[in-house]
């Protein structure tokens, strides 16, 4: 097996430890949403701002709050009305615009 750098290292051991196919959300949303903050890990999981949106229905469904959530991760909250199809989209948008200028 080919060596991992650091970064794809700490991606992989988070997704191993938390990701559950099975379960609501994407990996990148169930990494963000992790509230283990005892794991040594925690502070430095991947968090990509660009890609992942948390919305209150999904944290529901993990059975945690926006106040369970570091700061990092409260930063991908979308506002309340929005519905998850509905935050990609704008989200899509917002990537379109940062890339274009």
């Known amino acids: 097996m080919a060596r991992l750098n650091y ?5 992989k ?8 196919p099975l379960h ?3 990996v990148k949303q169930q990494i963000a949403t992790c509230v ?3 794991c040594p ?4 999981r991947p968090i990509n701002k660009k890609f992942t949106i ?4 999904l944290l529901k469904k993990y059975g945690i709050t926006a ?3 570091d700061d990092r991760a409260r930063e991908l ?15 899509k948008l917002f990537n379109i615009m940062d890339n274009n200028g």
């Open 41 to 44: 890990l925690h502070s430095v």
């Open 13 to 20: 051991k988070c997704k191993d430890g938390i990701y559950d």
């Open 54 to 57: 948390l919305t209150k229905e």
């Open 67 to 69: 106040d369970d959530l």
């Open 36 to 38: 283990q903050t005892d």
């Open 77 to 91: 909250l979308v506002p309340d009305d929005y519905e998850e199809e509905e935050a990609w989209q704008i989200k």
């Open 7 to 11: 970064k794809d290292a700490v991606a």
């Open 24 to 26: 609501h959300g994407r």
